[in-house]
């Protein structure tokens, strides 16, 4: 049981460039989350996935896009990098009775 | 105004002292109420869920005041190894969605 997996774990991309981070969850959450943390900001929602087939923005989607792409799985994409998207990004999933969320390990995103 | 407030700190204690966290929520009908820990570099992880009669783990103390819109978070006895950024979450009632506070973090010093 590996709980949330997001690769890669560290990536930089020059400005333009565009890049997927994977997500997978082997916990048959139906809900699936992407976060970004920045120093003093906290953790920002930018999309979420309430069940399969199903995404929705949230705090600040501008700038990416989402794929729910099964049960397990959901991929945030940035089509054409920007410096303001440097960031750790954490993908997580919510039990459902509980709502407890876990969350993966983070990618540290760098744009230069 | 933040939907969730917390004091960033950092709080610097002595090992062995007790110290207190409070965070406020603005959404009234919020549902649900977490305190997360963060390790540095590391991801959030569940330290303790908050009930509305209050509960408690080992030393620490989580209470949940809905009239004034608070939580609070006690931890007696402290560890160096508590040293970490505690995270304040609400849930609404609407869906899904879980608002973070921006953290406060924590140095025990021997």
């Known amino acids: 049981n590996a709980g949330v997996t997001q690769t890669p774990k560290f990536q930089v991309l020059k400005t333009g460039q565009s890049m997927t981070l994977q997500c997978a969850q082997d916990m048959n959450h139906n809900s699936m989350y992407w976060y970004r943390q920045d120093p003093g900001m906290g953790l920002r929602l930018i999309y979420y996935?309430?069940?399969?087939?199903?995404?929705d923005k949230g705090e600040v989607p501008n700038g990416y896009n989402v794929s729910r792409l099964n049960k397990r799985e959901f991929s945030l994409r940035l089509e054409s990098a920007a410096p303001s998207q440097t960031s750790v990004y954490f993908c997580?999933?919510?039990?459902?009775?509980?709502?407890?969320?876990?969350f993966g390990p983070g990618t540290r995103l760098t744009v230069l | 105004r933040k939907e969730v407030e917390q004091d960033p700190g950092p709080f610097n204690v002595p090992e062995g002292a007790t110290v207190a966290f409070n965070c406020t929520y603005s959404?009234?009908?919020?549902?649900?109420f977490f305190w997360y820990r963060q390790d540095c570099r590391k991801e959030p992880k569940l330290l303790m869920s908050v009930y509305s009669s209050g509960n408690e783990d080992g030393r620490f103390t989580a209470q949940l005041n809905r009239a004034s819109q608070y939580i609070s978070l006690l931890i007696r006895d402290s560890k160096l190894s508590d040293s970490a950024t505690y995270l304040c979450v609400v849930k609404d009632n609407a869906g899904n969605m879980l608002t973070f506070g921006g953290g406060t973090r924590l140095m025990v010093k021997p």
């Open positions: 996935s309430a069940s399969e087939g199903t995404t």
């Open positions: 959404n009234s009908a919020s549902q649900s």
């Open positions: 997580a999933s919510i039990a459902a009775i509980t709502d407890t969320q876990y």
